[in-house]
Every structure is written in structure tokens, then in C-alpha cells.
């Protein structure tokens, strides 16, 4: 029978915290370029001529799933983490970017007639109406994709792209199963952590300001 | 009719003109079909008709939302078109509020009344939503004569149906408009409810000397109110009806009694 190496939990703690942070940073900078973009991608706010290259752009990104991005980038950019978050910020610009403009068109059509009718620039109307009506989304989408890649970033370890997967394809290839199981654990933990939070967070924030009304956290 | 109802300093100036308007969806149906309508800068005109005759359509042609297949439309000299330069200009001057409000339900209700003010804006000072001092006062002073004093903070979506209409207004009225388009703003509310928003409007109209186009389901509302009044069913305007004090005369039929204008609305709305 394997025995789990518990002495391993601090290495498997760090390497975790060093998996979170890639995918903090990641989700942070991926979800600020991913913004500008859905904006500029959303039929009912550009002409044919701006949404479409720009969605010709993102579905290019999105053709890639985050573990080529990452192999591409260790090959420009060498080993570590810095590969990791580069293909982490891909992948999330693609993904963020047409849930976002997705959100943006289905934007209720009345407070964006009732505003334009007042002959406001594009930039107030998006500033007023877009931005308003649909941060809440904005905001669940960015919580699901640091959910999605703290997952992804565990992973990425596997091509050298840095974080907790370097060590648990290291142990699983020297059939270290004990060892390997150590890190999986605390993968585990972390992302029902993860879970548990966001929920956390849509109750509060989330659901609260897409339905109007509060929500008592149980 | 009520006090408030009656303009005595009403300009002859043209400040809507509509010949021969039609607009269609396709070749064979028409919204609106072969509209006249004239009217008079300071006017409190009132739209009433069935549900889907075209009355909304109407308000639209009117702040360039929609363009018409055929016929012509000046407002102020101007063709409605959000196009037209001139006339987006112009459109700072129209307060319009939809049947559904159009309010950004998570914002608050000064940031909401203060969209009225946006043209007035530069484009840092209302991204940054730095608002200057007078702009926030004549919010306020908008927001307490439309009786929402002290709920400036609160976010749209608290807000009771009566409110939300209260808030649309404030934000029409923070335009410093010269024409208010309202669509059936009252519809849906009590019949004290819906005659203090009115009688709010009414008092704005009066004090700003504004054009006010109003579409209404009833035409008792309307006929309280407005000084003029047009019919529509089908698309077409049927019947237009100036109110002067207590009496009412119809300019295509000679003299009627409100009794009789309004046993005809209610054999148009049968039919």
C-alpha cells in the first residue's frame, strides 16, 4: 500500500500558493484586456467593420486550450512560472472576452434607447448603461475564470510552465504515488476553498444586484 | 379640468410638423400610415389610441429613433435623424422617457437624474463621474420637486413603480429640455398615483414652458390634461381634438360634447 507523505505538505503548500498567484495574476490582467476588447466585439455598440476583425482575434485565441499556450510560451520565453501566467492571460482573454460581449448584447435594449435619445456620446452611453448593466456578470465571469485557472494552473506544471503540477508529474513519472497524492490533496482543498467563496461572493455581490434583492447567506 | 391642466401663454410657433408620415415593417404593413400633425411650440399635445396603433411609433419618429418610409417630419426645422449632426444636437433639448422607463436599475437615483446632464458634460469629467457642484444642486432641486428629496443615494431598482416614474421625469427634466416625449408613463399606476405624476409634469410644462407630447390608453386622462389631442387607430389619425378651458371642438367634425368624444374612443377601442 502507498504511504502518504505527509513532511510534504509544506513543499505542496507553497507550490499551491505559487499555482494561486499565476492564476491571480493571470485572471487580473487577462480579464483587463478581455474588457476593452468585448466592448469593441459587441454588435449593438460598433459597426461590422470593428467587431469583426476583433472576433476573428479572439476566436483565433480561443483556438489554443490554455496547455499549448503554455508549451508555446516556455518555448519563447523559457521555464517558470512567467510562461504559465503568459498562456493563463491567453486563454483568458479569449474566453472573458466573448462571454462578456455575449452579456453586452443582451443588454435590455430600453435604458440604452432611453440614454442614446438623449444624443450622448458612445463612450457616456457605454460608461452609463453598458458598464452598469452588466458588471454583475462581469464580475461572476471574472470569479469563474480564477476558479477555472487555479485548475489550469495546477496543470501547466506538466509542459514546465511553473506551479504545484511540476511537482505531481515529477513524483507520478518516479511512480512516487504517495508523494504525488500529497499534492493532489492540497489542490483538493484549495479549490473547495476556491468554491466556497465564490459562492460566498455571488451571494453578496452577484445575485443580489442582478435581481434586485438581497440574499441572506445561509 | 384642472387648474394645472390649462397653458394661457402658448406660441403659434410650429415646433412639430409630420406630413403624409407612413412607416412599415415590410411592403404591405404599415405602422403608421398617412400621418398629419402640427404641433404648437408650449402645447401639451396628447396621443391616445388602442394598444398597437402606432402611438409609441409616433413618439419615436419624433426623437430620431426610427426614420419614416415616406413622408416628412420637422422638429424645430430639423429632420429627426441621429445622423444628422444638427439634430443630435437638438436631441440634448428632448427629454424622452419609453414606457418601460429605461432607468439603469443598479445605479442611484442622482446618478440616474444626472444622465440628463451628460451633453453638458466633457468626456473625463462624466467617465470619472465627476460632477460639477451646480449640476449635483439642480439635481437635488429637480429631485425634491419631483418629491424624491432624500433618496438621492437610493438605487433604482428599491424604488416603488411610482418612484421609478418620478426618477424617469427628473431625469427628462434634468436636460433642461424643450419638448418632453413621455409614453405612457402612467398606465400601469393607481389613479391617485397617476394624476400626481401628471399634475408634476403639468407644473414642469408650465414652469419651463415646454412642449409636452404625451401618449395615453385613456383618453379621460387625456382630455384632463392636454390642450389638443389626436386619435389614433390602425396607424392612422382618425380624430384631433382641441381642448380649450372646459370645452372641446373638433376640428373635422364641428362642436362635441366630452360625452360624445368620449362614447367614440370607446366605439374606436371596440372595433
Do not use: C
Given at each position: 500500500?502507498?504511504?502518504?507523505?505527509?513532511?510534504?505538505?509544506?513543499?505542496?503548500?507553497?507550490?499551491?500558493?505559487?499555482?494561486?498567484?499565476?492564476?491571480?495574476?493571470?485572471?487580473?490582467?487577462?480579464?483587463?484586456?478581455?474588457?476593452?476588447?468585448?466592448?469593441?466585439?459587441?454588435?449593438?455598440?460598433?459597426?461590422k467593420?470593428?467587431?469583426?476583425?476583433?472576433?476573428?482575434?479572439?476566436?483565433?485565441?480561443?483556438?489554443?486550450?490554455?496547455?499549448?499556450?503554455?508549451?508555446?510560451?516556455?518555448?519563447?520565453v523559457?521555464?517558470?512560472?512567467?510562461?504559465?501566467v503568459?498562456?493563463?492571460i491567453?486563454?483568458?482573454?479569449?474566453?472573458?472576452?466573448?462571454?462578456?460581449?455575449?452579456?453586452?448584447?443582451?443588454?435590455?435594449?430600453?435604458?440604452?434607447?432611453?440614454?442614446?435619445?438623449?444624443?450622448?456620446?458612445?463612450?457616456?452611453?457605454?460608461?452609463?448603461?453598458?458598464f452598469?448593466?452588466?458588471?454583475?456578470?462581469?464580475?461572476?465571469?471574472?470569479?469563474?475564470?480564477?476558479?477555472?485557472?487555479?485548475?489550469?494552473?495546477?496543470?501547466?506544471?506538466?509542459?514546465?510552465?511553473?506551479?504545484?503540477?511540476?511537482?505531481?508529474?515529477?513524483?507520478?513519472?518516479?511512480?512516487?504515488?504517495?508523494?504525488?497524492?500529497?499534492?493532489?490533496?492540497?489542490?483538493?482543498?484549495?479549490?473547495?476553498?476556491?468554491?466556497?467563496?465564490?459562492?460566498?461572493?455571488?451571494d453578496?455581490?452577484?445575485?443580489?444586484?442582478?435581481?434586485?434583492?438581497?440574499?441572506?447567506?445561509? | 379640468?384642472?387648474?394645472?391642466?390649462?397653458?394661457?401663454?402658448?406660441?403659434?410657433?410650429?415646433?412639430?410638423?409630420?406630413?403624409?408620415?407612413?412607416?412599415?415593417?415590410?411592403?404591405?404593413?404599415?405602422?403608421?400610415?398617412?400621418?398629419?400633425?402640427?404641433?404648437?411650440?408650449?402645447?401639451?399635445?396628447?396621443?391616445?389610441?388602442?394598444?398597437?396603433?402606432?402611438?409609441?411609433?409616433?413618439l419615436?419618429?419624433?426623437?430620431?429613433?426610427?426614420?419614416?418610409?415616406?413622408?416628412?417630419?420637422?422638429?424645430d426645422?430639423?429632420?429627426?435623424?441621429?445622423?444628422?449632426?444638427?439634430?443630435?444636437i437638438?436631441?440634448?433639448?428632448?427629454?424622452?422617457?419609453?414606457?418601460s422607463?429605461?432607468l439603469?436599475?443598479?445605479?442611484?437615483?442622482?446618478?440616474?437624474?444626472?444622465?440628463?446632464?451628460?451633453?453638458?458634460?466633457?468626456?473625463i469629467?462624466?467617465?470619472?463621474?465627476?460632477?460639477?457642484?451646480?449640476?449635483?444642486?439642480?439635481?437635488?432641486?429637480?429631485?425634491?420637486?419631483?418629491?424624491?428629496?432624500?433618496?438621492?443615494?437610493?438605487?433604482?431598482?428599491?424604488?416603488?413603480?411610482?418612484?421609478k416614474?418620478?426618477?424617469?421625469?427628473?431625469?427628462?427634466l434634468?436636460?433642461?429640455?424643450?419638448?418632453?416625449?413621455?409614453d405612457?408613463?402612467?398606465?400601469?399606476?393607481?389613479?391617485?398615483?397617476?394624476?400626481?405624476?401628471?399634475?408634476?409634469?403639468?407644473?414642469?410644462?408650465?414652469?419651463?414652458?415646454?412642449?409636452?407630447?404625451?401618449?395615453?390608453?385613456?383618453?379621460?386622462?387625456?382630455?384632463?390634461y392636454?390642450?389638443?389631442?389626436?386619435?389614433?387607430?390602425?396607424?392612422?389619425?382618425?380624430?384631433?381634438?382641441?381642448?380649450?378651458?372646459?370645452?372641446?371642438?373638433?376640428?373635422?367634425?364641428?362642436?362635441?360634447?366630452?360625452?360624445?368624444?368620449?362614447?367614440?374612443?370607446?366605439?374606436?377601442?371596440?372595433?
Amino acid at each position: 500500500m502507498t504511504h502518504i507523505e505527509t513532511e510534504l505538505f509544506g513543499v505542496a503548500f507553497w507550490s499551491m500558493l505559487e499555482t494561486i498567484q499565476m492564476a491571480f495574476i493571470g485572471t487580473i490582467v487577462g480579464v483587463a484586456i478581455a474588457f476593452p476588447l468585448s466592448i469593441l466585439s459587441a454588435r449593438n455598440l460598433n459597426s461590422k467593420y470593428v467587431y469583426g476583425p476583433v472576433r476573428a482575434i479572439l476566436a483565433a485565441i480561443r483556438t489554443f486550450p490554455s496547455i499549448l499556450w503554455a508549451m508555446l510560451f516556455v518555448i519563447m520565453v523559457g521555464l517558470g512560472t512567467f510562461a504559465g501566467v503568459l498562456a493563463i492571460i491567453m486563454y483568458t482573454v479569449g474566453f472573458v472576452a466573448k462571454l462578456q460581449y455575449e452579456v453586452i448584447e443582451t443588454i435590455d435594449s430600453d435604458p440604452m434607447d432611453a440614454v442614446s435619445s438623449i444624443g450622448v456620446s458612445k463612450w457616456q452611453l457605454i460608461r452609463y448603461v453598458v458598464f452598469p448593466e452588466s458588471a454583475s456578470h462581469f464580475l461572476s465571469q471574472m470569479l469563474y475564470m480564477f476558479d477555472y485557472n487555479v485548475r489550469q494552473s495546477s496543470i501547466l506544471g506538466i509542459v514546465g510552465a511553473g506551479g504545484i503540477g511540476f511537482y505531481i508529474i515529477k513524483h507520478i513519472e518516479f511512480f512516487e504515488y504517495g508523494k504525488a497524492t500529497v499534492f493532489m490533496i492540497v489542490v483538493l482543498i484549495t479549490v473547495l476553498i476556491i468554491d466556497w467563496g465564490s459562492v460566498k461572493i455571488r451571494d453578496k455581490y452577484i445575485i443580489k444586484s442582478q435581481h434586485g434583492m438581497e440574499v441572506t447567506a445561509k | 379640468m384642472t387648474a394645472s391642466s390649462s397653458f394661457s401663454e402658448i406660441s403659434t410657433k410650429k415646433i412639430i410638423q409630420m406630413n403624409d408620415v407612413s412607416t412599415s415593417y415590410d411592403s404591405k404593413n404599415y405602422a403608421l400610415h398617412g400621418i398629419n400633425l402640427s404641433i404648437d411650440k408650449g402645447t401639451n399635445y396628447a396621443i391616445v389610441g388602442p394598444s398597437g396603433s402606432g402611438k409609441s411609433t409616433l413618439l419615436k419618429l419624433m426623437n430620431g429613433m426610427m426614420t419614416p418610409s415616406k413622408g416628412t417630419i420637422k422638429i424645430d426645422y430639423q429632420t429627426p435623424n441621429m445622423n444628422n449632426k444638427k439634430f443630435k444636437i437638438m436631441m440634448h433639448k428632448i427629454g424622452y422617457i419609453p414606457q418601460s422607463l429605461g432607468l439603469i436599475k443598479n445605479i442611484s437615483v442622482l446618478e440616474n437624474t444626472m444622465i440628463g446632464a451628460l451633453p453638458r458634460l466633457g468626456i473625463i469629467q462624466s467617465f470619472l463621474k465627476n460632477f460639477p457642484e451646480e449640476e449635483i444642486n439642480e439635481a437635488k432641486r429637480i429631485l425634491k420637486l419631483v418629491g424624491l428629496s432624500g433618496k438621492e443615494e437610493r438605487k433604482a431598482y428599491m424604488l416603488s413603480g411610482g418612484e421609478k416614474r418620478r426618477v424617469a421625469i427628473a431625469r427628462a427634466l434634468m436636460q433642461k429640455p424643450t419638448i418632453l416625449l413621455a409614453d405612457e408613463i402612467v398606465s400601469e399606476l393607481d389613479h391617485v398615483t397617476a394624476r400626481e405624476i401628471m399634475n408634476l409634469i403639468a407644473d414642469a410644462q408650465k414652469q419651463m414652458n415646454l412642449t409636452a407630447i404625451m401618449v395615453h390608453h385613456d383618453m379621460q386622462l387625456a382630455l384632463e390634461y392636454a390642450n389638443r389631442v389626436a386619435v389614433v387607430k390602425e396607424g392612422q389619425k382618425v380624430l384631433e381634438i382641441g381642448v380649450e378651458g372646459d370645452s372641446i371642438v373638433d376640428f373635422q367634425t364641428g362642436d362635441l360634447t366630452t360625452e360624445e368624444i368620449m362614447e367614440m374612443y370607446s366605439d374606436e377601442s371596440k372595433k
